[in-house]
Structures are given as structure tokens and as C-alpha cells.
């Protein structure tokens, strides 16, 4: 395992006490000094559990499984021999060419974001939906943070203060993590999705479901188009330009009312969708707070957030960009993706050996091929 290569990136895929497993299974782990600093585990941990901690190069020369969080540099990449597993939150869903070039080199690249989500068997290697889950919670966090009154109803000797008014817009894991962590604060939470099976989502967690006319149209489309098979996954599919049009303008009529709004919106490998304009946030009262989750390099759900900074806009109000959330929460979000990750190793090591089946169905998910050309591996040594 490397250090992230990626500017602020905290977290690290494994943490000691999943070493100490594969170990204890047979496997020789090698990890890159100081790569769990940023998540407070130190390499006195890593040795104590049974790793080796050596330089960058070392681990490469060794490792026949890359273990990663986000796709590594280019200059890693390029190094990776014939035959060696890479596995991580890959981004197979969007710009796929360094993993094809990858592939097509005989290199095995296990994408955690192509994982079939909804396999039993798949449950505690679903790496998207431990992050998620962080990014939601943290984003409640952030949110109550930045806004400058209480999220619960105060009464006090001062006077009472009203709770806070909170709009989730995407109630997938991160948007419900996020409703949660907002009613529990105390604020008066609502959450928005395109899926019709978020409704009930939502008010099971005892928000309350924001309703606008679109809502039931795209309900009646999807039905039709599961029933067509089309539905992938459970994914909300993206809204033509003229859904997403109305789809703004039927927002910006309920969101000036929030005073915190958190975006969570995806479309996997799409852009994200933007559900709030700049005229919405012009229009929202001095003080608000708005955290978008998907903002990133192709835009975001909020028009004018930009990833990783938190603006003061002219009419007051507070724009948090926040791609990556779970970073700010290293130490945990380490903790759930190394169990994440040494979960997947179980569907690909058979007694200590490397035994990538493409024929198997979380790993034939998983794997990056090239034109449909399997990849079939067996009786390799499985180090880290
Ligand atoms: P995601 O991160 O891809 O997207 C977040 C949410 O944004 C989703 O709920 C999506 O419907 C919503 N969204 C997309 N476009 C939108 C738009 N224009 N307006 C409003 N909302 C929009 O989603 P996710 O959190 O990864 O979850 C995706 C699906 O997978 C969900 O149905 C979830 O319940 C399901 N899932 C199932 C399992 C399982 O079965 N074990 C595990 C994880 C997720």
C-alpha cells in the first residue's frame, strides 16, 4: 500500500488492525512510510501489526495487489508489472482510458465503484456506501458548523430561537446519512430525490418529503422504464436538459426558504446534475449556508461552489464545496475502507494464492476489462 497521492488526501486503504488479518491469513503486507499519518496511525502501528514499512519504490518492486483509495499518479500506474492487481476507488465509470491502458498491459484493475451494490454478498465490500455514509454524516456537521444560529429549537432565558430550516437535495446514502445527523442536531429536515423510492426513505427517517410537480412524472417514467429493465442499479438516470430546467425552476421556488441546504446529487459517471442556480442562491436569506457534496472538477449541484473552498457570496451567503468529505473524517473513513477492501481480497485470494474469476459476479463487476477480453489469473503469490 502507497501513501494517496492526492493534494489533501487523509485517508489511507488500510488501516493496522486489518494488516494484522491479512498477516495472520499468510500474506506479507508492505506499506509506504508515512502513508497513515493523515489518519493518525502511525508506522510504530503498522509494524506492530505485522507490516513491513518501506519507501514508495520498495512497496511498488513488491506488491503483487496495489491497495488504494483513489486511482494512484500516472508515474504509479506506469509502474505496475504485467500480472499485479490494482484495487481501489478507481473511477471506472467516468474517464476509463488509463484503466483500459492498464488492462490491456495485463494489469488487473479491480474498480470498487463497479461493485453490483445491491449483492448481499457485496455488502461489506460496498466502499461507495461507507464513504457516503461518512460524507453525509460530516456534511450535517459542516453545515450546523458554518451556519451562525442553532439547528435546534432553543428556549432560553435570552428568548427562543427557532430551529433550522434544512433541505437534503439527493437522498441517496450520503442525503439520508445527512437528513439523520440534521434531525438529530435538531433541525427541521426535508429531503428531495428523483427516485421515487426516496419518499419513503425520507419520511421513515422523520423528515419530511419535499414534493414539486416533476416528481411525479419522472415517478410514472421510472416505473416504466424498471419495468423496460432499464433502470441501472437503483441509479437515478440524468434528467433531459429540459427536465433539469424545470426541475431548477421548481426548486428555486422552495429553497430560499431553507436556511442550510446540502447537495449530494449523482449521476454515476455523469456530471452532476444542478439542481440550485445562482439566482436560487441569490435569492436565499443572508446567512444561509449551502454545502454542495458533488462539487468536483466537472461542476457541482450549486452553480458558483467551488470544490474545496467555502465563499461568502454578495447577497451572504455561505457556499461550501465539499468533494471530499470523508477525508476530513480520515481516521474513520480509513477504518470502514480498509474493511471494505480486505472484504473484496477474500472474493480474490483462495488459499494465499491470487484467483481472479471473471466468471464470478463481484468480481466480473469489478474488473476493468478491455473490449470484453477477460481476464483469468490464478497461482500468484497476493502480497500488498
Ligand atoms: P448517488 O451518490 O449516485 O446519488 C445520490 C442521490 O442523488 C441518489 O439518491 C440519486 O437518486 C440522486 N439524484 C441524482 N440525480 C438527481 C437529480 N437530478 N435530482 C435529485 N436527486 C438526484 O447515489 P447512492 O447514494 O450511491 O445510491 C444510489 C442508489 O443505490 C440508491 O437507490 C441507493 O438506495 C442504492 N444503494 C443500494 C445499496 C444496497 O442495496 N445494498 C447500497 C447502496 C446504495
Redesign the pocket.
Given at each position: 500500500m502507497l501513501a494517496e497521492a492526492d493534494l489533501g488526501e487523509r485517508r489511507v486503504a488500510l488501516v493496522p488492525e486489518m494488516v494484522t488479518r491479512l498477516v495472520d491469513a499468510g500474506h506479507r503486507v508492505v506499506v509506504q512510510w508515512g502513508a497513515g499519518a493523515g489518519a493518525h496511525l502511525p508506522d510504530g502501528e503498522f509494524v506492530a501489526a505485522g507490516a513491513e514499512v518501506v519507501s514508495s519504490s520498495d512497496v511498488l518492486a513488491a506488491a503483487d495487489v496495489l491497495l488504494a483509495v483513489n486511482r494512484p499518479p500516472a508515474a504509479v500506474l506506469a509502474a505496475l508489472r504485467e500480472g499485479t492487481v490494482l484495487l481501489g476507488l478507481l473511477g471506472a465509470r467516468g474517464d476509463r482510458t488509463e484503466l483500459d491502458a492498464l488492462a490491456r498491459r495485463g494489469v488487473h484493475v479491480l474498480s470498487l465503484d463497479l461493485l453490483p451494490?445491491?449483492l448481499s454478498r457485496a455488502?461489506t465490500m460496498?466502499a461507495?456506501?461507507s464513504q457516503?455514509s461518512i460524507a453525509g454524516y460530516r456534511a450535517a456537521i459542516v453545515a450546523a458548523e458554518a451556519y451562525q444560529r442553532y439547528f435546534p429549537m432553543m428556549i432560553t432565558a435570552a428568548g427562543t430561537a427557532r430551529p433550522a430550516k434544512v433541505l437534503v437535495?439527493?437522498?441517496?446514502?450520503?442525503?439520508l446519512q445527512a437528513i439523520g445527523t440534521a434531525r438529530r442536531l435538531g433541525a427541521q429536515v426535508f429531503g428531495?430525490?428523483?427516485?421515487p423510492?426516496?419518499r419513503e426513505e425520507v419520511t421513515s427517517l422523520g423528515a419530511q418529503f419535499l414534493s414539486t410537480p416533476l416528481d411525479a412524472e419522472l415517478a410514472a417514467a421510472q416505473a416504466e422504464a424498471s419495468a423496460a429493465g432499464a433502470a441501472e442499479?437503483?441509479?437515478?438516470r440524468a434528467?433531459t436538459p429540459e427536465e433539469?430546467a424545470r426541475?431548477q425552476a421548481e426548486l428555486a421556488e422552495q429553497v430560499a426558504g431553507f436556511d442550510a441546504v446540502i447537495t449530494?446529487?449523482?449521476?454515476?459517471g455523469g456530471r452532476p446534475?444542478v439542481?440550485v442556480t445562482a439566482a436560487t442562491v441569490a435569492a436565499m436569506r443572508r446567512g444561509s449556508v449551502v454545502v454542495d457534496l458533488a462539487s468536483g472538477p466537472s461542476g457541482g449541484n450549486v452553480e458558483g461552489s467551488v470544490a474545496g473552498e467555502r465563499t461568502l457570496t454578495e447577497s451572504g451567503v455561505t457556499l461550501i464545496g465539499a468533494p471530499n468529505l470523508p477525508g476530513d473524517m480520515a481516521a474513520a473513513s480509513s477504518a470502514a475502507y480498509a474493511r471494505n477492501v480486505v472484504a473484496v481480497l477474500g472474493a480474490v485470494v483462495s488459499d494465499g494464492a491470487l484467483a481472479l474469476d471473471p466468471d464470478d459476479e463481484v468480481v466480473g463487476a469489478l474488473l476493468v476489462t478491455v473490449d470484453g477480453a477477460t481476464d483469468d489469473i490464478a497461482d500468484e503469490t497476493a502480497d500488498d
Open positions: 451494490r445491491t455488502q460496498d461507495l456506501t457516503a437535495l439527493g437522498a441517496g446514502v450520503a442525503g428531495y430525490d428523483v427516485r423510492a426516496a442499479g437503483g441509479y437515478a434528467l433539469s426541475q449530494t446529487a449523482q449521476v454515476p446534475p439542481l
